[in-house]
């Protein structure tokens, strides 16, 4: 709902019988970045994967896919049950999740999500995360009534941080793949599993 107010006792008593958390957001202030980064994406030829864990409002993201559908381009979720919600009650699509899982609740979430004709991109860093996701979707294979054979779409997370010497780390640890060398191996070990396919790398550079 669209609210207005002018002082922060206003505010308090607008809010007073709502339900917490809640969030407020200044719309026209939303709007203005929303629109400034779309237009330097739609300069450069890029496109814009929403954040979930940065965006918490589904009203909030299906408005930026609303004013920019060519330059939207799909969520990174916070975790699978999270993708799930968005493909089933606010029709998503092209999820990534932003972090390796193996728990098989969180794989028969992707699973549902595949059901539901939705993508769906799995992280992965190593090659126990390749040999486990294989194991789950060959089960579900085994089981379907079709011979459609059904795969899972994985994302290899690759960690970029700063590293000017061996002792010094400036950034996240977000993943074991540090080198050229070391995803080359993870790509080609890729190969050998009949029901995981490759559709992209995630470098996330972060520095605190």
Known sequence: NKIEFETYNQLKTIVQNESLPAMIVNLDTF????RRFIQLAKQNNKTIRIATKSIR????????????PGTMKGLMCFSVQEAEYLAKEWNFDDLLIAYPTVQQIDLQAAWNIISLNKTVHLMVDCLDH????????????ENLLTKQQIKFNICIDVDISYRPFNFVHLGAHRSP???LDQLDQLIHSIKQFDYLNLTGIMCYEVYY
């Open 31 to 34: 709007d203005q970045n929303a």
């Open 57 to 68: 409002v589904p009203q909030l993201i299906e408005y930026l896919f609303q004013i920019a």
């Open 130 to 141: 390749l040999i486990k996701l294989n194991e789950f979707v060959k089960l579900k294979n």
């Open 177 to 179: 793949i540090r080198t």
